[in-house]
């Protein structure tokens, strides 16, 4: 069943002059027509100014379609009296979590979304202790945000959208501005949110490696989808991705680049540990 209905959405950004009048329009989204299912793992690839970012934003209604429509649970994001249904069931995380930080103790942070959706007090500290347990940062509750590392500010963010018991997350680059430790902590903590407890989950990205997991990979490329499939046949079309601007996983490439060199590896080869089998085998 699709939680998420894109149809035919189109969004423009007005252009200023150095007079403050517009000058023009930039269409970041052209036509972008998508269903996304209920309790999946969907990435969307793209490079800078794909519409990637754009597309994240109309789902939590923040943008609305210039035309189009978006449907979010069967609601229309153009419907004012949809909006708050819409960010309770789409809770966004953003690149850099301390813009989304606002207390100063972590037990706070988490409370901040269920009180202002109208949480009674006694089920807002339920919800804060399970949304902690859930991202593994139970033993931070006390702690001030700002002496967390960049990972678990992260999933910090993260506990705060799960409070609110949405039925799907939109991380916008959410790695980004992370080592590789904290990558690695927030993929983990997805992946669990998405297995065990059916969240749907949107990560938007341009980390090849985080993708390889999903149950589907979204290619866009100026404002348009141009590849949609599972990620082992998103990642067969390496010369594609790259004519794009995009790389694909390492084992990835390596195997394309020795087939072409006439070793008879499969395509769509995604992680050293598929290489690695599919090499020795060619050894034997």
């Given at each position: 069943?699709?939680?998420?209905?894109?149809?035919?959405?189109?969004?423009?950004?007005?252009?200023?002059?150095?007079?403050?009048?517009?000058?023009?329009?930039?269409?970041?989204?052209?036509?972008?027509?998508?269903?996304?299912?209920?309790?999946?793992?969907?990435?969307?690839?793209?490079?800078?100014?794909?519409?990637?970012?754009?597309?994240?934003?109309?789902?939590?209604?923040?943008?609305?379609?210039?035309?189009?429509?978006?449907?979010?649970?069967?609601?229309?994001?153009?419907?004012?009296?949809?909006v708050l249904l819409i960010r309770h069931e789409a809770g966004m995380v953003f690149q850099n979590p301390d813009n989304q930080m606002i207390a100063n103790v972590v037990e706070e942070e988490v409370a901040f979304g269920p009180e202002n959706i109208g949480v009674p007090t006694e089920e807002i500290w339920e919800r804060v202790?399970?949304?902690?347990?859930?991202?593994?940062?139970?033993?931070?509750?006390?702690?001030?945000?700002?002496?967390?590392?960049?990972?678990?500010?992260?999933?910090?963010?993260?506990?705060?959208?799960?409070?609110?018991?949405?039925?799907?997350?939109?991380?916008?680059?959410?790695?980004?501005?992370?080592?590789?430790?904290?990558?690695?902590?927030?993929?983990?903590?997805?992946?669990?949110?998405?297995?065990?407890?059916?969240?749907?989950?949107?990560?938007?990205?341009?980390?090849?490696?985080?993708?390889?997991?999903?149950?589907?990979?979204?290619?866009?490329?100026?404002?348009?989808?141009?590849?949609?499939?599972?990620?082992?046949?998103?990642?067969?079309?390496?010369?594609?991705?790259?004519?794009?601007?995009?790389?694909?996983?390492?084992?990835?490439?390596?195997?394309?680049?020795?087939?072409?060199?006439?070793?008879?590896?499969?395509?769509?080869?995604?992680?050293?540990?598929?290489?690695?089998?599919?090499?020795?085998?060619?050894?034997?």
């Amino acid at each position: 069943m699709a939680l998420i209905d894109i149809l035919h959405l189109f969004h423009s950004f007005y252009r200023f002059n150095e007079s403050g009048d517009v000058s023009g329009t930039k269409e970041a989204l052209r036509d972008v027509t998508l269903s996304i299912e209920a309790g999946s793992f969907v990435a969307v690839l793209g490079h800078n100014g794909s519409g990637k970012s754009t597309l994240a934003k109309h789902i939590n209604a923040l943008f609305l379609p210039s035309k189009g429509q978006v449907l979010v649970d069967g609601r229309d994001t153009k419907d004012a009296a949809n909006v708050l249904l819409i960010r309770h069931e789409a809770g966004m995380v953003f690149q850099n979590p301390d813009n989304q930080m606002i207390a100063n103790v972590v037990e706070e942070e988490v409370a901040f979304g269920p009180e202002n959706i109208g949480v009674p007090t006694e089920e807002i500290w339920e919800r804060v202790g399970d949304a902690l347990e859930r991202v593994g940062m139970t033993a931070y509750r006390m702690h001030s945000p700002d002496r967390l590392s960049g990972g678990q500010k992260q999933r910090v963010a993260i506990a705060g959208i799960v409070a609110m018991k949405p039925q799907c997350i939109i991380l916008d680059e959410p790695t980004a501005m992370l080592d590789p430790m904290g990558r690695r902590e927030v993929l983990r903590t997805l992946h669990e949110l998405n297995q065990k407890e059916k969240i749907t989950i949107l990560l938007i990205t341009h980390h090849m490696d985080e993708t390889i997991d999903a149950d589907r990979v979204i290619v866009m490329d100026d404002g348009e989808v141009v590849l949609d499939d599972v990620p082992r046949v998103v990642f067969s079309h390496v010369e594609e991705l790259k004519s794009r601007g995009l790389d694909v996983p390492v084992a990835t490439q390596l195997a394309y680049e020795l087939r072409k060199k006439g070793l008879d590896l499969p395509e769509g080869i995604l992680s050293e540990e598929e290489f690695t089998e599919a090499y020795l085998k060619l050894c034997r």
